[in-house]
T-cell receptor
Framework: GDSVTQMEGPVTLSEEAFLTINCTYT??????LFWYVQYPGEGLQLLLK?????DKGSNKGFEATYRKETTSFHLEKGSVQVSDSAVYFC????????????FGTGTQLKVEL | DTAVSQTPKYLVTQMGNDKSIKCEQN?????MYWYKQDSKKFLKIMFS???????INETVPNRFSPKSPDKAHLNLHINSLELGDSAVYFC?????????????FGQGTRLTVV
């Protein structure tokens, strides 16, 4: 079945540092890929998405590129802020996976001054 | 103008009780979901409804019963609550069950069984 593997956290960075959170997937067919963010005490919000190979999703300075050859969708940001502290979830949506979002385990990011 | 709203936000109850969590979406979406988030933040789908019909039912105990009176509502009823049911439950909706559409999530209901 479909699965998503994310790097384990927590990840602790200083403000203005470069962020990479790795995400790889296994899926049947051609899934859509998403990054969701969960701020403390809140629900999940879509951060960005990509629906086909080589698409780049971007939002709020975050980027991720759909790499079919490496089955990856790594999240990057050039300069993190304290307000980026949250849990980040990589997810995929495939019809072969039962028409549902399959999530990775989440990566907690803490940004310090 | 909350898109997906859940009530209550917090629920503390004793083992053996029966409780319900309500969910409503005002986005006009056809599909709604319930997800469970455990203490390690892992998210797993429980149920999915499309236009009031059940389309996904993961391996969930029979004590959990979703009910969709119309396509804007998907409530979750839990019988005979157990300690292991303690978690955060998220309702979500999307325009369709298949495809590339974004799912919108509610704020979550933190259920604590004591």
């Amino acid at each position: 079945g479909d699965s998503v593997t994310q790097m384990e956290g927590p990840v602790t960075l200083s403000e203005e540092a470069f962020l990479t959170i790795n995400c790889t997937y296994t899926a049947t067919g051609y899934p859509s890929l998403f990054w969701y963010v969960q701020y403390p005490g809140e629900g999940l919000q879509l951060l960005l998405k990509a629906t086909k190979a080589d698409d780049k999703g971007s939002n709020k300075g975050f980027e991720a590129t759909y790499r079919k050859e490496t089955t990856s969708f790594h999240l990057e940001k050039g300069s993190v802020q304290v307000s980026d502290s949250a849990v980040y979830f990589c997810a995929l949506w495939s019809t072969g996976g039962g028409n549902k979002l399959t999530f990775g385990t989440g990566t907690q990011l803490k940004v310090e001054l | 103008d909350t898109a997906v709203s859940q009530t209550p936000k917090y629920l503390v109850t004793q083992m053996g009780n029966d409780k319900s969590i309500k969910c409503e979406q005002n986005l006009g979406h056809d599909t709604m979901y319930w997800y469970k988030q455990d203490s390690k933040k892992f998210l797993k789908i429980m149920f999915s409804y499309n236009n009031k019909e059940l389309i996904i039912n993961e391996t969930v105990p029979n004590r959990f019963s979703p009910k969709s009176p119309d396509k804007a509502h998907l409530n979750l009823h839990i019988n005979s609550l157990e300690l292991g049911d303690s978690a955060v439950y998220f309702c979500a909706s999307s325009p369709a069950p298949q495809g590339k559409a974004e799912a919108f999530f509610g704020q979550g209901t933190r259920l604590t069984v004591v």
